[in-house]
């Protein structure tokens, strides 16, 4: 199985690749083929609206660091989507990343009833880290983009959620989140 996982955090030993880690290690000694990117360490810019991936091309035109990552995609059977909450908010690496993703929409994509470009049947698998331990707030953040990755034909989303994770680390330390991280990737892997 092919699995694609972006790191949105800028943090490299942050709470949310902590738990994509754990996805990851687990998924790979059950057999997965994964490939990683750390979106902060990457060169890109977020969608400028060109409209020539409507136009002219199927894919997106800017050739940066996100051309490898968006092919990468293609491929995959599984995207791993993590990111720390800023400001209410998924990280603006993460974000920008979203955005570049208007490169896989059909140029009708507002009427046809398959609007991606992608196979269909994907899995999504979306890790939020949050440093406010109230689960009640941001909640709003994992069905928001569960419904455009849905609407991008992915059949099933599972969320991996820590809240009142502040400090680097601090996930290391919740067993509970950690062990959802490897069920989920057992649950995954079948
Ligand atoms: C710029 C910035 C904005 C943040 N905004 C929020 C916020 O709106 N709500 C919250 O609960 N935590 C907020 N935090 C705390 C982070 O969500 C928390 O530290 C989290 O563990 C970071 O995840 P990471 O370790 O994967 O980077 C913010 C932290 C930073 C640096």
């Given at each position: ?50 409209m ?31 990111t720390?909450?800023y ?15 208007f ?9 046809n ?17 949050q ?6 707030l ?10 455009i ?37 057992k649950?995954?892997?079948?």
């Amino acid at each position: 199985m092919k699995i694609v996982c972006l790191l949105g955090s800028p943090r490299p030993k942050g709470n949310s690749t902590a738990m994509a880690a754990r996805f990851c290690e687990t998924a790979e000694g059950l057999g997965a083929e994964v490939a990683t990117f750390a979106l902060n360490k990457l060169k890109y810019r977020g969608c400028q609206a060109c409209m020539t991936c409507k136009t002219k091309l199927e894919k997106c035109v800017l050739k940066d660091d996100l051309a490898e990552v968006l092919d990468a995609i293609r491929d995959a059977e599984v995207l791993i989507l993590a990111t720390p909450i800023y400001f209410a908010e998924i990280s603006s690496q993460l974000k920008a990343f979203i955005d570049r993703t208007f490169s896989y929409l059909v140029p009708d994509y507002p009427t046809n009833p398959s609007p991606c470009r992608l196979s269909p049947g994907k899995k999504l698998v979306f890790i939020e880290a949050q440093g406010h331990p109230d689960e009640s707030l941001f909640a709003d953040v994992f069905p928001r983009y569960d419904s455009i990755f849905k609407w991008y034909g992915f059949s099933d989303s599972y969320q991996i959620r820590a809240c009142g994770v502040f400090n680097k680390g601090d996930v290391e330390s919740r067993e509970d989140m950690m062990k959802l991280a490897e069920e989920t990737a057992k649950k995954i892997m079948g």
